[in-house]
């Protein structure tokens, strides 16, 4: 154990198919993919920090929803290029750690925001009067610092259980690093580390079921009420949207890590593993960019007239 923490080994990662014949097209497309993620989810943020009428709770914790999105981007994207560009699919146990830690703890606080998220449409649909009461600037920081404080301490304490224990085995069938596929690589017991992961899943399956919940309440009150009606279609879907995503990208990761890799063909494999750093933080920003009218319609604004400045610029 001491071994790993004063000489870090140097583990290996999965090579992408016929990487010779399109290394430089699986950079361009893994770049472009960065840039896109890193450009919508920036866009929005800015477009909720300049105007004024988004200082709303809702639209504070999208905001956050991308800023987490552009973090665990960050945790994927360099090194895969940066693996590309050497063409060396190698990684050592520190930085293997580190990047465990970033893409699992945005993963996690992508949930646990939802389910704020979830908690503040409750209170805008269900309870009305009640919602600037509640939902005050300083209960908006605490929810925010909660929904990062939580995932990121669960994650600080998965990737330990996990950097202490004894490798006898050093590659990792992955593009990257992720906790199970290093708790594999040890030949000791993994009974704790089982125990940890069944107890945070029990955790953040319980946010999904108070989210099901809220959801229920949700469409019982928009029932009996047609402004309800018009606030859950304009504001409820991208937020359903965005859970079935989020649903969809961690089941993937866990059939992946844990169930069936090594029979899966690779293009699959290859599929299942990156769903979880494309799709989330792609889709996340667009649904709520284009479903919710008062983001889509500065977001247009914003980009005609930044459009206008330049074209004046270039013309003077």
Same mark, same amino acid.
């Not at 905001?63 to 290029?81: D, Q, R």
């Not at 990257?176 to 029990?202: E, Q, R």
């Given at each position: 154990m001491m071994?790993?923490?004063?000489?870090p080994?140097?583990?290996?990662l999965?090579v992408?198919?016929?990487t010779?014949s399109?290394?430089?097209?699986?950079f361009i497309?893994f770049?472009?993919l960065y840039?896109?993620?890193?450009s919508i989810n920036?866009r #929005?943020?800015?477009?909720?920090?300049?105007?004024?009428a988004l200082?709303e709770p809702?639209?504070?914790?999208?905001?956050? =929803?991308?800023v987490?999105?552009?973090?665990?981007? @960050?945790?994927?994207? $360099?090194?895969?290029?940066?693996d590309l560009?050497?063409?060396?699919?190698?990684?050592?146990?520190n930085?293997c750690? #580190?990047?465990?830690?970033?893409?699992?703890s945005?993963l996690l606080?992508d949930?646990?925001?939802l389910t704020?998220m +979830?908690?503040?449409?409750?209170?805008?649909?269900?309870? $009305? #009067? &009640?919602?600037?009461s509640?939902?005050t600037?300083? /209960?908006?920081?605490?929810?925010v610092?909660?929904s990062?404080i939580v995932?990121?301490s =669960?994650?600080?304490?998965s990737?330990?259980?996990?950097?202490?224990?004894?490798f006898?085995k050093?590659h990792? &069938?992955?593009?990257y690093?992720?906790?199970?596929?290093?708790v594999?690589?040890?030949? +000791?017991?993994?009974?704790v580390?089982?125990?940890?992961?069944?107890?945070m /899943?029990?955790?953040?399956l319980s946010?999904?079921v108070?989210?099901?919940?809220?959801?229920f309440e949700?469409?019982?009150?928009?029932?009996a009420?047609l402004?309800?009606?018009?606030?859950?279609?304009?504001?409820?879907?991208?937020?359903?949207f @965005?859970l079935?995503?989020?649903?969809? +990208?961690? #089941?993937?990761?866990?059939m992946?890590s844990r169930?069936?890799a090594n029979?899966l063909p690779?293009?699959?494999r290859n599929?299942? +593993?990156l769903?979880l *750093?494309?799709?989330? $933080? *792609?889709?996340?920003?667009l649904i709520?960019?284009?479903?919710?009218?008062?983001?889509?319609?500065r *977001?247009?604004? @914003?980009?005609?007239a @930044?459009?206008?400045n330049?074209s004046?610029?270039i013309?003077t």
């Amino acid at each position: 154990m001491m071994d790993n923490m004063t000489y870090p080994v140097i583990l290996t990662l999965m090579v992408p198919k016929e990487t010779k014949s399109y290394r430089h097209v699986y950079f361009i497309c893994f770049l472009a993919l960065y840039v896109l993620i890193l450009s919508i989810n920036i866009r #929005l943020v800015m477009v909720i920090v300049m105007e004024k009428a988004l200082h709303e709770p809702m639209y504070i914790f999208l905001g956050y =929803l991308c800023v987490n999105g552009v973090y665990g981007a @960050s945790g994927f994207y $360099p090194k895969i290029l940066s693996d590309l560009i050497l063409d060396s699919y190698v990684i050592s146990s520190n930085m293997c750690t #580190l990047q465990t830690f970033v893409i699992y703890s945005s993963l996690l606080s992508d949930i646990t925001i939802l389910t704020v998220m +979830a908690y503040d449409r409750y209170l805008a649909i269900c309870k $009305p #009067l &009640d919602y600037h009461s509640k939902l005050t600037k300083n /209960t908006c920081v605490k929810l925010v610092l909660l929904s990062w404080i939580v995932p990121n301490s =669960l994650s600080v304490a998965s990737v330990l259980l996990s950097k202490f224990r004894p490798f006898c085995k050093y590659h990792i &069938d992955k593009l990257y690093c992720d906790n199970w596929s290093i708790v594999k690589l040890s030949c +000791a017991s993994n009974f704790v580390n089982n125990v940890f992961g069944y107890a945070m /899943t029990v955790i953040f399956l319980s946010f999904i079921v108070f989210i099901v919940v809220s959801y229920f309440e949700l469409i019982a009150a928009c029932k009996a009420s047609l402004v309800n009606r018009k606030k859950f279609w304009q504001t409820c879907l991208p937020h359903i949207f @965005s859970l079935i995503n989020f649903t969809a +990208a961690y #089941l993937f990761d866990i059939m992946y890590s844990r169930y069936g890799a090594n029979y899966l063909p690779e293009s699959l494999r290859n599929f299942l +593993a990156l769903e979880l *750093v494309i799709v989330p $933080p *792609v889709f996340n920003p667009l649904i709520y960019g284009l479903s919710i009218r008062a983001v889509r319609k500065r *977001v247009f604004t @914003s980009c005609v007239a @930044s459009r206008v400045n330049v074209s004046q610029t270039i013309k003077t």
